[in-house]
């Protein structure tokens, strides 16, 4: 098994398959300032320029060791291009929707015509391109993006969207089934443009914000649409202590589960899921990776890998200012513990 290629690993990895060691990566953001500035491809001009784009994806991978190259770096890009005004964030910060199409109610709603040629979606699809052409096809491609709850979220609003799914839940079904299609076409995309993985990040989906009931009765069925109808091996994340749903997130059809380090024990999430997917995490992006030291990184990734994680990854989206140094430690972490 020593001839297993870093594509092999994580898609093994994933799809429950038997590897060589567990693989190292990220399923969520990758772009760090310090990679920017190595590379020449800062925010937010790598948002919307293809190559710029890639040159950063890249960069994660090349300098910092991690086993896959990862784009974009933002939930907003299918929001952008379904009507949403988006800010296009600073160096180190994000991007960000800061108005709705449908703040008050669906009227009018209806799916862009030609959706993909639509906003920057284009650029994500050839960043994904630029980077197969530039790494070869051993080495694996996560496209990401948000998910359904997250899209219709922002489509709404998030205060009408909670609003609806108490009050009108017609408009909460409504507009939750519009954003599951245009995420699984968005998705099918990436896919056709050579992604091996689409992530969705689902951060509205959180017992934070949604009730458990709601996911399981409301959401989930989106989830496995979702799912069932992309075209790639498929990553779930949702943030927070997703512990009260994690039962219910392990019936979404996805290969993969993301996770912080908010659901504590690794090896309960394991006990949890049984066969059913796999486990992607949890070193903390916010309290360990960011801030180090590099012996807490190692610690808390050996520690992952003690439990049985699937692939050992950042808990959520690398916070931009987050040194190159704790990125390598993780992954030196992963490499220790197999000598």
Known sequence: MGDMTLKERLLNALEGKQVDKVPVCSVT????????????????????????????AIANYEVSGLEAVRVPYCLTVLAEAMGCEVNMGTKNRQPSVTAHPYPKDLEGMEMPENLIDKGRIQAVLGSIKIIREKVGPDVPIIGGMEGPVTLASDLSSVKTFMKWSLKKPDLFEQVLDFATEATIAYANSM?????????????????????????????????????????????????????????????????????????????????????????????????????????????????????????????????????????????????????
């Open 29 to 56: 953001q990758t772009g760090i300032v310090e990679l920017m500035d190595q590379v020449g491809a800062p925010w937010p001009e790598a948002h919307s320029e293809p190559e710029l784009m890639a040159k950063l």
């Open 191 to 339: 896919a056709l443009a050579g992604a091996d993985v689409v992530a969705i990040a689902d951060p509205v989906a959180s017992p934070d914000l949604m009730s458990p009931d709601s996911f399981k009765n409301i959401l989930q069925s989106r989830l496995q649409r979702f799912s069932s109808n992309v075209n790639s091996v498929t990553v779930l994340h949702v943030c927070g202590n997703v512990n009260p749903i994690l039962d219910y997130m392990a019936d979404c059809g996805f290969e993969g589960l993301s996770v912080e380090e908010k659901i504590g024990s690794v090896k309960k999430a394991k006990e949890i899921l049984g066969d059913r997917t796999r486990l992607v995490g949890n070193i903390s992006s916010p309290f360990t990776l960011l801030p180090g030291p590099v012996d807490k990184i190692k610690t808390e990734a050996r520690q992952a890998l003690d439990d049985g994680v699937d692939v050992l990854a950042p808990g959520c989206g690398i916070a931009p200012m987050t040194p190159v140094s704790h990125i390598k430690a993780m992954v030196e972490a992963r490499d220790e513990y197999y000598a």
